[in-house]
């Protein structure tokens, strides 16, 4: 009986019901997932989204309405080497953040320009570069 009650959670997990108030999507492994092109006038997220969210990047913030995150190195050969492998993810992901580069120190700013907002694709990204090698 036990065993049929785990096959009912997983199909339920699956189908994306809600369970115990969180959406099986929402919490899924961001890093996982691929940003896809935004359409039409969708809105940006809201407070309780963005709170899920950042559960999984605790080490990101929310600053002026952006994901925030700064990154510091030990000299400027290591600087520019996270740099190069962010941008293979922004251009394989097509969604570019802003960054500001520093001898030592890369900042990162992502959101979503067509919304003036954030969007999922934001914490998708942010997730990517936190789990590159």
């Known amino acids: 009986m036990f065993y049929l009650f785990l096959v009912f ?4 997990l699956l189908n994306k ?14 890093h996982k997932k691929k940003c896809e092109l935004i359409q039409g006038n969708i809105p940006p997220l809201n407070e ?5 969210f950042l559960k999984q990047l605790p080490s990101w913030e929310i600053k002026d309405n952006r994901l925030s995150k700064q990154f510091d ?3 400027f050969k290591e600087t520019m080497n996270f740099v190069n492998k962010v941008a293979f993810i922004v251009h394989r ?3 570019c953040p802003d960054m500001q580069i520093h001898y030592n120190q890369v900042n990162v ?7 003036n907002g954030l969007s999922e694709n934001d914490f998708i ?3 990517k570069i936190e789990n590159m090698d």
């Open 9 to 12: 959670i997983n199909i339920a």
């Open 17 to 30: 019901t809600i369970l115990n108030g969180c959406d099986f999507q929402l919490i899924m492994k961001l």
């Open 48 to 52: 309780g989204e963005i709170k899920e």
């Open 73 to 75: 190195f030990d000299d």
């Open 93 to 95: 992901e097509n969604h």
């Open 109 to 115: 700013e992502i959101w979503t320009q067509s919304i």
């Open 125 to 127: 990204l942010a997730a």
